[in-house]
């Protein structure tokens, strides 16, 4: 099962939150507190040229200049709370515990 980064949403696709691979760009956390992450699809098609368009959904000016780097794999309570819940898929889960985006 793919890990969830519970809190990070996809800056190209807005997909809430990231399942699987999540990249992080470093420079835009200095630029803005927001930060920008992109999902493992997202990041594909942005560093393979196939979308020149992803600027974050905060207005955050990301640049295809900017280093891209794996985010950690990293569990909260959250990841314990699905490891009690196998039934739930991480949306559902968030819905009951009202953390929605």
């Known amino acids: 099962e793919a890990h969830v980064h519970f809190g990070i949403g996809c800056d190209g696709c807005g997909r809430y939150p990231v399942h699987g691979q999540c990249w992080h760009c470093p ?8 930060g920008f992450d992109l ?9 393979g040229g196939y979308r020149d368009d992803m600027h974050g959904r905060f207005a955050q000016q990301h640049t295809r200049t900017h280093t891209m780097q794996q985010r950690p794999q990293e569990r909260f309570w959250f990841h314990e709370m699905l490891d009690a819940n196998p039934d739930l898929t991480p949306e559902q889960l968030m819905h009951m515990l ?4």
């Open 98 to 101: 009202h953390l929605e985006e």
């Open 39 to 47: 999902c493992s699809v997202c990041y594909g098609l942005f560093v």
């Open 27 to 34: 420079e835009c956390t200095e630029l803005n507190p927001i």
